[in-house]
């Protein structure tokens, strides 16, 4: 078939994670053997790392690393740094001595490790082959540990309730050593931060003359609510979180602006607001 660039990122990224095998791990209990290793050409990881915009100020961790190609790549080609976690000690050897012998081991290693217990604060990108009931038992750790705005990649299972920036559906003949079909799945996420509850805003004259309450409610990536303007509630529309970043949409006074702001801490800063023929700024802070 046809398909795009982005989409052939997408290509290069899953025969990238086929390397390593879906990987199974429980929670508190002995690890899973690995299921099939199958490498990768080295042209489709340096591919699929250009496309996902990888670079010396990122820190990659690649859960179940195979034979740490796609850290090592991303050190060697793209200046990057990080770790790979797998739980063969054969191939984490061996991808130790590969460290080693292309100049990266002062940027990068692999380890023997449980992904429960494996602290992953410092990934700006984190990718994963795993079973799927693992991939869904480290929900809560995604969340916890990592900051808003990393990137997610999960290759052939989803991470259930959060809704992906990209999902991409392909065939790929050597999946066939892997699971007896070509289906390929890949899901992009990224980490979002958390909004408070309630906040104060100060919005353009147009928009309120008055601070402008928003009570908000979120689910993962998307944010609803109400917002209390001159006296009367206002529903939050299209309310989503892109990282840091902050959108939705307010009806008021029969016009409708489109809000962006970035939240930081307790407070949304770097605000923009645009409709009705205005154009202004806005920040909000933790309500009272």
Known sequence: MSIGRSALGFLALAAALAAGGAHGQ????????????????????ADMLKIADIGPKDFVIDLGSGDGRIVLTAAKVFGASGFGVEIKDNLVKESNEAARLQGVADRVKFITADLFKT??????????????????????????????GTKILSHDYPLSGWIPERYVQM???DK????????TLIYLYMVPAKVAPAYTAAMPAA??????????????????????????????????????????????????????????????????????????????????
């Open 207 to 288: 928009v309120s003359r008055e601070p402008v309450r928003l009570n908000l409610r979120q689910q993962l990536t998307r944010v609803s609510g109400m917002a209390r303007v001159g006296g009367r509630d206002v529903s939050v529309e299209d309310g989503k979180l892109r990282g840091e970043r902050l959108s939705f949409r307010l009806g008021v006074g029969g016009r409708s602006y489109e809000f962006s702001g970035t939240v930081k801490d307790n407070a949304i800063v770097d605000g923009t607001v645009a409709g009705g023929g205005t154009k202004g700024s806005w920040t909000a802070a933790l309500a009272k």
């Open 171 to 173: 065939d790929l003949e």
């Open 119 to 148: 602290d992953i604060s410092r990934a700006t990108v984190l990718t994963m082959y795993l079973l799927p009931n693992t991939v869904n038992m480290l929900k809560d750790k995604l969340l916890t540990e990592l900051r808003p």
């Open 176 to 183: 066939i050593a892997i699971s007896g079909v070509t289906t």
């Open 26 to 45: 429980a929670k508190d209990k002995a690890p899973i053997d690995a299921g099939p290793y199958v490498p990768s050409p080295q042209s489709v990881v």
